[in-house]
């Protein structure tokens, strides 16, 4: 099981990888960095990142209708009835020159963690990181 350190150096060995955070998407910190920052620093990409995160897992918009339980929706995440943790499984931004995929991680606690990783367009295989940002989300061990 990866540590954050881990996890993000296996994210960066991915073809096309040029940066990798992990990103705590409620107060938009990164917890954990490697490569590049498509803003130039990863503070600032953490934040931006956050803000996008945030928007698509709280908008009913972007919520699939199968992430309530059929009855009313209370209580804390994971119980009867109280949305699923979290409600968006990734994101994917595709720029002139890259991708960006965002991971949402759950977690044992409040799930506001996600991975961000920035692939190089001409050389990324954005099919293949999907899949291998799932598996470290996954086995990610924070704490």
């Known amino acids: 099981m990866p540590g954050i350190d881990e996890c ?11 940066g990798a955070a992990l990103v705590d998407w409620t107060s938009g910190l990164a917890l954990g960095t490697a490569g590049a920052s498509p803003a130039g620093d990863h503070e600032t990409s953490a934040a931006e990142t956050a803000e996008l995160a945030r928007a ?3 908008f009913d918009t972007f919520t699939a209708p199968d992430t309530l339980a059929p009855a009313a929706a209370s209580g804390p995440p994971g119980t009867p009835g109280a949305p699923a943790d979290p409600p968006v499984e990734d994101l994917i931004v595709t720029t002139r020159a890259g991708y960006h995929v965002l991971r949402f991680v759950e977690t044992s606690f409040d799930s506001s963690v996600l991975l961000h990783l920035w692939l190089d367009r001409d050389t990324g295989n954005l099919a293949l990181a999907r899949l291998r ?8 061990v924070l704490g």
């Open 133 to 140: 940002l799932r598996d470290l989300a996954e086995r990610l």
């Open 8 to 18: 993000l150096q296996e994210a960066m060995s991915l073809p096309g990888a040029r």
């Open 56 to 58: 698509a897992a709280e």
